[in-house]
């Protein structure tokens, strides 16, 4: 049974930084990824990287300030946030796929960690 699970979240001030993990069991997936949803808000991508370590992003707004990593022998992803932002507030899930394609489209899904910024 495959199984993502998150850890990392809670609340930071907004300059602050956090590390989000995500462990998968019950398959291997070569890619791994994030997702957040505000409230309100649509789900929208954050980044996903593959097995070899390619790495995509998705908002601008994270670019420079978030960074996707894995470690394959534990079968677990990263996001490192830094210099958080009020507006980064969300529910971060993890996504896992056999593809980037996939990690964006048809994932299977984590339950979700909350990450709250507060200015």
């Known amino acids: 049974q495959v199984r993502l699970v998150e850890s990392g979240g809670g609340l930071v001030q907004a300059g602050g930084s956090l590390r989000l993990s995500c462990a998968a069991s019950?398959?291997?997936?070569?890619?791994m990824g994030w997702f957040r949803q505000a409230p309100g808000k649509e789900r929208e991508f954050v980044a996903a990287?593959?097995?070899?370590?390619?790495?995509?992003y998705g908002q601008d707004s994270v670019k420079g300030r978030f960074t996707i990593s894995r470690d394959n022998a534990k079968n677990t992803a990263y996001l490192q946030m830094n210099s958080l932002k009020p507006e980064d507030t969300a529910v971060y899930y993890c996504?896992?796929?056999?593809?980037?394609?996939?990690?964006?489209?048809?994932?299977?899904w984590g339950q979700g960690t909350q990450v709250t910024v507060s200015s």
């Open positions: 996504a896992a796929g056999r593809s980037l394609a996939v990690v964006r489209t048809s994932p299977y």
């Open positions: 990287i593959t097995w070899s370590g390619t790495s995509t």
């Open positions: 019950g398959s291997l997936f070569n890619a």
